[in-house]
T-cell receptor, first 112, second 114 residues
Framework: DAKTTQPNSMESNEEEPVHLPCNHS???????IHWYRQLPSQGPEYVIH???SNVNNRMASLAIAEDRKSSTLILHRATLRDAAVYYC?????????????FGGGTRLMVKP | ETGVTQTPRHLVMGMTNKKSLKCEQH?????MYWYKQSAKKPLELMFV???????ENNSVPSRFSPECPNSSHLFLHLHTLQPEDSALYLC?????????????FGPGTRLTVL
């Protein structure tokens, strides 16, 4: 699977929007963009995924660049409970084993 | 009980001990995974089972031995471990096939090898 690059850490104020960037310049046409997050002392949890179009769900929005070489996870109003490590992962749709390759992620800190 | 459960949550063992980690999923999934998360390192995929058959063994040392007796249960048998094997061991499950199937993770077992 192609590699992603994320900032090591970011800070946000509570109740403000957060934009978490991810670069994936070597993305291939069959790669889906996934985001998971890991809250302290828990296993990772799915946040959102997309292929080409922007996506919204109850947790977040995913904005995908037109050339697909980058994407941004948007938390519309950060809460203290959103403090976590956020992972941007590419997965080849032809990956029959549904395997995920995690990178270092971005540690999001939310200030009250 | 719902979701993915792991037992024990914490385990301390000596290098000569034999122990097993257990994972159970109540989601009707047909694929299960073991990951290792060491301090300051990304999650590493260790093993993948799909339809109870092992489909991935990511160059894991033989002192780790997985077992998947049915689609709901996954074990990781440990023997003669090293201190550097101390880590958080995470289990996950998902469906396979289709365009995308999110993985659901358990809370992990924190393993300390003395």
């Amino acid at each position: 699977d192609a590699k992603t690059t994320q900032p090591n850490s970011m800070e946000s104020n509570e109740e403000e929007p957060v934009h978490l960037p991810c670069n994936h310049s070597t993305i291939s046409g069959t790669d889906y963009i996934h985001w998971y997050r890991q809250l302290p002392s828990q296993g990772p949890e799915y946040v959102i995924h997309g292929l080409t179009s922007n996506v919204n769900n109850r947790m977040a929005s995913l904005a995908i660049a037109e050339d697909r070489k980058s994407s941004t996870l948007i938390l519309h109003r950060a809460t203290l409970r959103d403090a976590a490590v956020y992972y941007c992962i590419l997965r080849d749709n032809n990956n029959a084993g549904n395997m995920l390759t995690f990178g270092g992620g971005t540690r999001l800190m939310v200030k009250p | 009980e719902t979701g993915v459960t792991q037992t024990p949550r914490h385990l301390v063992m000596g290098m000569t001990n034999k122990k097993s980690l257990k994972c159970e999923q109540h989601l009707g999934h047909n694929a299960m995974y073991w990951y290792k998360q060491s301090a300051k390192k990304p999650l590493e995929l260790m093993f993948v089972y799909s339809l109870e058959e092992r489909v991935e063994n990511n160059s894991v040392p033989s002192r780790f031995s997985p077992e998947c007796p049915n689609s709901s249960h996954l074990f990781l048998h440990l023997h003669t471990l090293q201190p550097e094997d101390s880590a958080l061991y995470l289990c996950a499950s998902s469906m396979t096939g289709g365009s995308y199937n999110e993985q659901f993770f358990g809370p992990g077992t924190r393993l300390t090898v003395l």
